[in-house]
């Protein structure tokens, strides 16, 4: 998976217009501080550090909530078939405004971002030549603080709510959901802690009325024992100006995600969820699955035909 090539052509034009070099370093800095997650030093302080993070991260955004939209769009039928109003919550640049413009028909984009010099990127990157959300609206927000003022078809918050300090999420989630007309979709790192943060999440939104959609098969309580946690992977395919932000050749990265999608009306998802990647052996698969009735194994041989097909083409994420 790959950023739209629209955008990837406003990034570098971006850089063209900044100093490579003073990008480059603010990149290591912007990186450091990310992984360590140190909430009260982790601003972005100008525009050559908003471009770093950009170039770094923003493709591993954007992997992961396509990733992570396309599984709960599945769960939605019939009600994709209107075009969908979109608000994107802490929205950085913008990455997961693109990657929902590339699963669904938009009616309006509304992106709501409290750091100006992230705002002001992510705005100039949606007006470059070919892009399809031109017509994005952007608005400062300072999520705690100040009521959202918005509701939206599907709202998307990606990688926000795990930043949010714990005695305040309860409220973020109340003002998330308050806004959602259809679907609400929360991406956060793929660890431990960003499942228990969802985990929590999933049960303050069921409480509210809210009907999970995706990764779960049913709205129980979570059949995973103490100690592992419900995640996913998404393969990034890495271009130049990706590795000169990484200092890293590799010419992939594999970005590690957990999410929650709730909607207003309950979906349709039929299946289990592939939770780890399944093993292949000789003329059988083995599946690890979370069903409707808790956690299971499935083997499937090559006798079985079709069922055998689709299991040999399931991978970790996929319903089967």
Same mark, same amino acid.
């Given at each position: 998976?790959?950023?739209?090539?629209?955008?990837?052509?406003?990034?570098?034009?971006?850089?063209? *217009?900044?100093?490579?070099?003073?990008?480059?370093?603010?990149?290591?800095?912007?990186?450091?501080?990310?992984?360590?997650?140190?909430?009260?030093?982790?601003?972005?302080?100008?525009?050559?550090?908003?471009?770093?993070?950009?170039?770094?991260?923003?493709?591993?955004?954007?992997?992961?909530?396509?990733?992570?939209?396309?599984?709960?769009?599945?769960?939605?039928?019939?009600?994709?078939?209107?075009?969908?109003?979109?608000?994107?919550?802490?929205?950085?640049?913008?990455?997961?405004?693109?990657?929902?413009?590339?699963?669904?028909?938009?009616?309006?984009?509304?992106?709501?971002?409290?750091?100006?010099?992230?705002?002001?990127?992510?705005? *100039?990157?949606?007006?470059?030549?070919?892009?399809?959300?031109?017509?994005?609206?952007?608005?400062?927000?300072?999520?705690?603080?100040?009521?959202?003022?918005?509701?939206?078809?599907?709202?998307?918050?990606?990688?926000?709510?795990?930043?949010?300090?714990?005695?305040?999420?309860?409220?973020?989630?109340?003002?998330?959901?308050?806004?959602?007309?259809?679907?609400?979709?929360?991406?956060?790192?793929?660890?431990?802690? +960003?499942?228990?943060?969802?985990?929590?999440?999933? *049960?303050?939104?069921?409480?509210?009325?809210?009907?999970?959609?995706?990764?779960?098969?049913?709205?129980?309580?979570?059949?995973?024992?103490? +100690?592992?946690?419900?995640?996913?992977?998404?393969?990034?395919?890495?271009?130049?100006?990706?590795?000169?932000?990484?200092?890293?050749?590799?010419?992939?990265?594999?970005?590690?995600?957990?999410?929650?999608?709730?909607?207003?009306?309950?979906?349709?998802?039929? +299946?289990?969820?592939?939770?780890?990647?399944?093993?292949?052996?000789?003329?059988?698969?083995?599946?690890?699955?979370?069903?409707?009735?808790?956690?299971?194994?499935?083997?499937? *041989?090559?006798?079985?035909?079709?069922?055998?097909?689709?299991?040999?083409?399931?991978?970790?994420?996929?319903?089967?």
């Amino acid at each position: 998976m790959e950023l739209p090539m629209t955008l990837q052509a406003a990034l570098a034009e971006q850089l063209d *217009s900044a100093q490579q070099a003073e990008v480059l370093s603010a990149a290591g800095e912007v990186s450091r501080r990310y992984r360590a997650r140190e909430k009260k030093s982790f601003q972005i302080r100008n525009r050559a550090e908003a471009l770093a993070y950009a170039l770094a991260r923003m493709p591993a955004t954007y992997g992961a909530v396509c990733r992570a939209l396309r599984y709960s769009l599945e769960g939605l039928g019939g009600l994709t078939q209107a075009p969908l109003s979109l608000l994107d919550v802490g929205a950085g640049t913008g990455a997961a405004a693109w990657a929902a413009a590339g699963l669904a028909e938009l009616s309006s984009v509304t992106c709501l971002e409290y750091a100006d010099e992230m705002r002001k990127l992510g705005e *100039s990157l949606m007006h470059g030549e070919g892009s399809p959300l031109k017509q994005a609206e952007w608005s400062r927000l300072e999520l705690v603080s100040q009521p959202i003022g918005k509701r939206a078809d599907l709202v998307v918050a990606s990688y926000v709510v795990n930043e949010i300090r714990e005695e305040d999420r309860g409220k973020v989630l109340a003002k998330l959901w308050e806004a959602t007309g259809k679907l609400l979709l929360l991406v956060e790192p793929g660890t431990p802690e +960003g499942f228990r943060v969802l985990k929590e999440a999933r *049960s303050r939104l069921l409480e509210s009325g809210a009907h999970v959609l995706a990764p779960c098969p049913q709205e129980g309580p979570c059949p995973l024992p103490d +100690g592992d946690w419900c995640h996913f992977v998404c393969r990034i395919q890495r271009t130049r100006l990706h590795k000169l932000a990484k200092e890293g050749e590799a010419p992939f990265e594999d970005e590690k995600f957990s999410y929650l999608a709730v909607s207003r009306e309950k979906g349709n998802l039929c +299946g289990a969820r592939v939770l780890r990647h399944p093993y292949r052996g000789k003329g059988y698969v083995r599946l690890e699955l979370c069903s409707k009735e808790g956690l299971k194994q499935q083997t499937v *041989s090559k006798r079985e035909g079709p069922l055998y097909k689709a299991a040999k083409k399931a991978v970790c994420g996929d319903l089967f």
